[in-house]
């Protein structure tokens, strides 16, 4: 059984909120953000994005399903995004100790206390969502009554692209064709989506010097944080578009693809975090529903005349995609891998390797 003991989540506004813990028993301070997604908590957790940050679940009930046993296929872990939870807590309304799914092995709480994340339940989320959205996304820890406090931690105070990207080159050979893969804090989902398309792919490190490489088709990877930190990336990629192969990016290689056609990023309030985003393809009535996972946005009034807006988000208008006008380079600001859906976009892996 979870350990049940009262805990607080402290804004840095000052806000106090009193709920009782599960998971872990550890202080720990980050970013606060929301999630609205109705399933897919062990795609959330271990989705490198959420890096530095506490997640808040608006979803009311959680942990019903519990977590589900470890599997790999062709060297690849089946249901989750990367090797390990990668936000500092997580935060809940209603959290079930009491588990059932045909592929659980254990509850939240247990996986929570194995891989030492706090959570916090009891929370009214409902409010805490409220406040995020009229404040923005705040800064704010979990204490224990009685236990030393944290302080205050910034994630985007460091480069958080170099801590969940891969250190050394991976292969994935399954196919002629070539695609270089840049690891920003990839989601297993793109390797998986890639390769099922029959390629050969190479994943490289964020900073990894790829010009040496005979490659088809280059993909810009999701990550977390701050874009500005990857200026050697964004080189990288100016220099790959010289060979007028094919880019395609997601996510941050959104973000990174528009700095190097010439457009700036800037901070959105409280970022796009859910599994119900719609978003419509420029010039037409094309609309989709979209998982995304981002705090940043492209201000795209600054790209290069050679480069268009592709997508825009139907909610606040925010930059979506871009493209340039005659050559194959593109990028999308959502998640066309998707996993626990929507899947209305996964036809963008299959139309990237026709063009390689």
Request: hydrophobic share 35%.
């Amino acid at each position: 059984m979870h350990r049940d003991k009262p805990v607080r989540l402290i804004l840095e506004n000052g806000m106090v909120f009193h709920g009782r813990s599960f998971g872990a028993e550890k202080a720990t301070s980050g970013e606060v953000v929301f999630n609205t997604a109705m399933v897919g908590y062990p795609e959330s957790l271990t989705d490198p994005s959420y890096e530095g940050q506490i997640l808040t679940l608006t979803y009311p009930i959680i942990g019903n399903y519990g977590v589900p046993a470890h599997s790999e296929t062709n060297g690849i872990s089946d249901f989750f995004e990367s090797e390990r939870i990668h936000v500092n807590g997580l935060i809940v309304q209603d959290y079930s100790e009491d588990y059932s799914h045909w592929n659980s092995e254990k509850s939240l709480s247990d996986w929570l206390r194995k891989e030492e994340i706090p959570g916090i339940y009891g929370i009214d989320t409902r409010m805490l969502t409220k406040i995020l959205r009229e404040k923005g996304s705040m800064l704010g820890k979990i204490v224990y009554d009685g236990a030393n406090e944290v302080g205050f931690y910034d994630p985007e105070s460091e480069n958080l692209v170099a801590k969940v990207s891969c250190k050394e080159p991976i292969e994935y050979n399954y196919g002629e064709k070539k695609v270089v893969l840049i690891d920003c804090g990839a989601k297993l989902n793109i390797v998986r989506e890639l390769i099922r398309q029959q390629i050969h792919l190479i994943r490289v490190p964020w900073n990894y010097d790829f010009s040496t490489i005979d490659y088809d088709g280059l993909c810009i990877s999701n990550g977390p944080g701050n874009p500005d930190y990857c200026e050697i990336t964004v080189d990288n990629i100016r220099k790959a578009m010289l060979r007028e192969k094919p880019v395609f990016g997601i996510c941050m290689g959104n973000q990174l693809l528009a700095k190097a056609a010439g457009a700036d990023i800037y901070k959105l309030k409280y970022g796009h975090r859910s599994h119900n985003q719609p978003v419509r393809r420029v010039g037409s009535n094309a609309c989709f529903i979209t998982s995304q996972n981002h705090g940043y946005a492209v201000n795209e009034s600054l790209l290069g005349e050679e480069w268009q807006p592709w997508f825009i988000n139907m909610n606040d208008g925010t930059n979506e995609g871009i493209r340039h006008k005659t050559k194959p380079f593109y990028s999308v600001q959502f998640h066309p891998e998707a996993t626990g859906g929507p899947t209305d976009t996964r036809f963008f892996f299959e139309d990237f390797v026709k063009m390689l």
